[in-house]
């Protein structure tokens, strides 16, 4: 065999513009160091890969880094798609950020540079071939993230927040690894379409315990990415202690990444009859649990930390109709895996609608605070509230949220085809218990009665920034000149709450992922026919 | 009426009230939007009432297929994936809740044009009625099951939000009620659905009635999920405890489109999608269902017996008249579904007009405590008048809507005979009797006596826009329970085509 390999370039244009932008970035800030310059980079650059990997995707199925058959790098539908979302929720949260990087204490060239390398690794992730070029592109996705989550000088929620984040996920990783070591083992493969054909070839493999043992240390590493029970309590605590932006992201790009190397493994490697009633376990405990502690929930990301728990368990859901032989034909699987895409897709423009109102609800740099504190908020920022509302109602899987009672229709659908009817009863009562919690804060939105005065919780994670400082300290360095300045004469600084987000980004994201969710919603045969690329 | 005709009213009847519900959303001058909005129902009331023209009414014929025939339908491709298609019709079952309901919206915007409820805005309460109306229009056009579905779930924000924007002091306990148990409904109905669609491959109604292409396991199945999701809705003993918090704590207006027809898809699912999709499991479930039906009529009468306010009342007596619709139902013959039918059209009325009236009275007496409003008669002798005339033809006075749908449930119970129906038939006959008594009870203590301190307040007057409003509800009675055939003549072929060799 020779050791050359022609190397199609083509093929990975889309991950040249990421890790590009990550450098560009980084230029940026070291030679113009002007924030506003260095977000615009990183803007500039994540619509670069969206359209690079729409052209590269529409162009049909392109490998590189074959040996024989095996390619460990194939950029195709699926590839496409999620290399389309996470840069376009790269700049979505992007835009999110300019209140965070305003409020002077984050560093903004090193927050776009580790944003734009994860999103490298999100770029790469849908076109990982093997097991190691998966587990490598998803650590590339998740290690710029401890940083960003622990990025705020001075907080020490932040730190808190990224040392769980940080040991639970190394230690999943660590198992992942051990997984696909073992794997190795025993079948002598790392390609997933090998391991595929191997599992289908030789059943006996299956027989040996070293085999489950691995397909399990794999499955259960990789669920941890998307947070689902019981691997599930870092989430909480991360979201919360993370500035909102990296809250955002940790619920959109991070999770989808978790989704589709679970699916990738699931879907094109593991066998279904091993993985299955693991699926359908984890999605069970997943959707309950999540659900269920989200009822109790006071502050808002920690509620939408939670609600993205249980949105896990409806993403797991349609796998979990493998564990049933009924599940495994053909075409039941291929409904099953689309059905779970599509959902993620439905989700993340969803949850990135939900942050962003957050964002715009809330003061300037500040964390999600407590549902107390939205109380009111209506009257404040109508329009805000409104879309939180919508994202939120979509969420619950309601009209006129039709992008998510779409989501939970195709899910729902694809479980009875796969004859799982009694999982598509648990995800329908959960669906009951979702709508519990979303109502209480679209309830708390317009609520005529008075708002808290003084925010009361013990672990907020930074106070909103002293106007005075906004106005006069780091943000010279900041990006104040990319929006409408936040702080006014009219600010007093017994007055936080007042300082009021008036960034256009945000309203522009707020906007653009409503827009996205409405028109998903009264046409979603455009998000089922991606999904089932 | 040429189809085209036909198809542009049938999308009219939905596009309007939906138009209607932006503009009035997107207009700044509060009465101008409530005028606008008001004027979108009528239109949309203009819409409905000739789409019985060019139906084929009479011809039921011998041949029973296809078991609906919609007179005016359009159907449209909306998502392929998920077998959902823009599939609206009209027919005889479908057409007077249709008009009902339009109507029923003309008079809540017609209403809040004179008065609107403390709370929020009156303009925000008009284009949530509009949604509304547009969510239970559209469940009953749709010929789609998931469409079905989708204009099923439309309808429950929007309320819940009327119920917590300008409803009773303890709104927000009764309204979440009313999201949670409506949503356990139709998430069961969701579920329904699907089986049903998975199980046939198609989603049309027109052809899956009969059940025709669904064996007898899914048809149990989806029979069992699709009758508990309407029985949350109608709502049947013991699943109805959500109603009387909701329409005693709802407005005005919300409790008259509540019971008038917010109930009534829970019904009309009932015979369309359930008995309509699955008839063996309908068969096969109809003992229970009768059963819980009697048993409503009866827990509810006894409850309403007991209670003493006006509003809650009122509420608890829509669980023992929907307990008739059931009844008729479950029994599964062309009687009995007619009587459900009629049913459904006559309780919309007059309880629409009931709560109308205990609006009126709890506003002006600011209490609607039975035992502190007596004497109405005294001082303000119309509106007592119109309270018992809504009461003797909720009691089911013959001559007025209320008889035909309760007598008939019953007849149509001894038609089918044994042992159990005819116990059934009695009960229900019975809580006939008792229905009589607590709304006597009611007429006694309301109207009768030496007037109370609040009541000898009220002025004698009853406003004109009030009358207005009124007015045709009392008419409507008068209608219906004269020349029943209004509803009936209308329903006869298509309730023969559903129930195909059955009385």
């Known amino acids: ?533 | 009426m040429s189809g085209v005709v036909g198809q542009a009213l049938l999308v009219a009847v939905l596009a309007v009230p939906a138009v209607g519900a932006v503009v009035v959303a997107a207009l700044r001058h509060d009465r101008a939007a409530r005028l606008v909005g008001t004027v979108a129902a009528g239109l949309t009331l203009l819409a409905a009432l000739p789409l019985v023209a060019g139906g084929d009414n009479g011809g039921a014929g011998p041949d029973p297929s296809p078991a609906v025939r919609p007179w005016h339908q359009v159907d449209l491709p909306w998502v392929p994936g998920l077998d959902l298609r823009l599939h609206l019709g009209v027919d005889g079952i479908s057409w007077p809740l249709v008009v009902l309901t339009a109507l029923l919206t003309v008079l809540c915007c017609g209403y809040t044009l004179w008065k609107v409820p403390s709370g929020g805005s009156g303009r925000a309460l008009v284009a949530l009625l509009l949604v509304v109306e547009v969510g239970i229009l559209g469940t009953f056009l749709a010929l789609d099951l998931v469409l079905f579905f989708v204009f099923f779930e439309v309808v429950l924000l929007p309320m819940y939000a009327i119920i917590v924007g300008w409803g009773g002091p303890d709104r927000h306990r009764a309204a979440r009620k009313f999201a949670l148990y409506t949503l356990f409904g139709s998430v069961l109905l969701l579920v329904g659905v699907l089986v049903v669609v998975t199980a046939a491959g198609t989603a049309d109604i027109v052809a899956l009635t009969g059940g025709t292409g669904l064996a007898r396991g899914p048809q149990l199945a989806a029979f069992t999920l699709l009758a508990l999701a309407f029985a949350v809705k109608s709502p049947l003993w013991p699943l109805h405890s959500w109603l009387p918090d909701a329409h005693t704590q709802a407005p005005t207006v919300g409790s008259v489109i509540l019971a008038g027809v917010l109930l009534k898809m829970g019904t009309y699912g009932l015979i369309r999608v359930a008995v309509g999709v699955a008839p063996e499991g309908a068969e096969w479930a109809a003992p229970v269902l009768g059963v819980l039906a009697v048993a409503a009529i009866l827990v509810g009468s006894l409850v309403c017996l007991a209670q003493t306010e006006l509003k809650r009342l009122i509420a608890y007596s829509s669980v023992g008249h929907m307990g008739f619709v059931l009844l008729g139902v479950a029994t599964l013959t062309g009687t009995g579904l007619r009587a459900a039918l009629i049913g459904n059209i006559a309780h919309g009325i007059i309880t629409g007009l009931l709560f109308f009236l205990a609006g009126a009275i709890k506003d002006r007496a600011h209490t609607g405590d039975l035992a502190e409003l007596s004497g109405l008669r005294e001082t303000a002798p119309r509106l007592a008048g119109l309270l018992g005339f809504a009461a003797v033809a909720s009691l089911g006075l013959p001559g007025l809507a209320g008889f035909w749908g309760e007598a008939f449930a019953v007849v149509a119970a001894v038609r089918v005979g044994g042992p159990l129906w005819l116990t059934l038939a009695v009960l229900a006959a019975l809580g006939g009797a008792l229905t009589a008594a607590y709304l006597l009870r009611l007429l006694r203590q309301v109207t009768h006596g030496r007037a109370s301190s609040p009541v000898a307040r009220l002025g004698p007057g009853v406003a004109r826009a009030e009358l207005l409003t009124w007015a045709p509800l009392v008419l409507l009675t008068l209608a219906v329970g004269l020349a029943p055939i209004l509803v009936l003549g209308v329903a006869q072929a298509p309730v023969d085509a559903l129930l195909p060799g059955r009385p």
């Not at chain 1, 895996?337 to 109102?357: D, G, R």
């Not at chain 1, 600010?491 to 994201?509: F, G, I, Q, Y």
């Open chain 1, 1 to 533: 065999m020779s050791m050359v390999q022609t190397v199609d370039n083509v093929a990975l244009l889309p991950a040249y513009l990421a890790a590009g932008t990550a450098v560009l970035v980084l230029l940026a800030d070291l030679l113009v160091a002007r924030a506003r310059v260095t977000v615009s980079a990183a803007a500039l650059g994540a619509l670069a890969t969206a359209a690079g990997a729409i052209l590269v995707g529409g162009g049909g199925e392109r490998r590189t880094f074959c040996v024989g058959a095996d390619c460990s790098y194939v950029f195709g539908g699926r590839a496409a798609l999620v290399a389309v979302l996470v840069a376009l929720l790269t700049l979505g949260v992007l835009g999110l950020s300019g209140p965070l990087l305003r409020a002077g204490a984050t560093p903004v060239g090193e927050y776009c540079f580790l944003l734009a390398a994860s999103m490298t690794g999100g770029v790469t992730l849908g076109a990982a071939g093997d097991l190691i070029s998966l587990i490598v592109a998803l650590e590339t996705l998740t290690l710029p993230l401890y940083v960003l989550v622990g990025l705020r000088r001075g907080s020490l929620a932040s730190i808190e927040a990224a040392m769980t984040f940080f040991v639970v996920s190394v230690v999943a990783t660590t198992l992942t690894l051990l997984g696909a070591a073992l794997l190795y083992a025993s079948t002598g493969a790392l390609h997933l379409g090998r391991l595929g054909v191997l599992f289908a070839e030789q059943p006996e493999l299956l027989d040996v315990p070293l085999t489950t043992v691995a397909v399990a240390l794999v499955v259960v590493g990789l669920t941890v990415k998307v947070a689902a029970v019981p691997f599930h309590a870092w989430a909480p605590t991360t979201y919360d202690g993370a500035p909102l932006p990296v809250a955002a992201y940790l619920s959109t790009v991070s999770k989808l990444g978790g989704v589709v190397a679970l699916l990738a493994v699931v879907q094109h490697a593991l066998p279904a009859r091993t993985t299955g009633p693991v699926l359908a376990l984890l999605a069970v405990l997943t959707m309950t649990v999540g659900n269920l502690v989200a009822l109790r929930q006071r502050r808002t990301v920690r509620l939408l930390a939670w609600s993205s728990v249980a949105q896990a368990g409806y993403i797991l859901a349609p796998l979990g109709a493998l564990a049933l032989a009924a599940g495994r034909t053909g075409d039941a699987r291929a409904a099953a895996y689309a059905a779970a895409v599509a959902y993620t897709v439905f989700f993340v423009v969803l949850e990135l609608a939900a942050f962003a109102a957050v964002v715009a609800l809330r003061p300037a740099g500040a964390d999600g605070g407590t549902l107390e504190e939205l109380r009111g908020a209506a009257r404040r920022r109508p329009w805000a509230a409104v879309g939180l509302a919508l994202a939120l109602v979509g969420l619950a899987g309601l009209p006129p949220g039709l992008a998510g009672l779409f989501a939970k229709v195709t899910v729902v659908r694809s479980l009875l085809d796969g004859g799982a009817g009694w999982l598509a009863l648990v995800v329908a009562v959960n669906a009951v218990l979702g709508l519990a919690y979303y109502l209480r804060v679209v309830a708390a939105l317009w609520s005529t009665g008075q708002p808290a005065a003084v925010p009361t919780d013990p672990t907020p994670a930074v106070a909103p920034t002293d106007p005075a400082a906004v106005a006069t300290g780091p943000v010279a360095t900041g990006p104040a000149a990319t929006g409408p300045a936040a702080t006014g004469p009219a600010v007093t600084p017994t007055e936080p709450a007042a300082v009021l987000v008036r960034a256009k980004p945000v309203a522009a994201v707020l906007a653009a992922a409503t827009v996205v969710a409405l028109v998903v919603g009264f046409a979603p045969q455009l998000v089922l026919d991606l999904a089932a690329r």
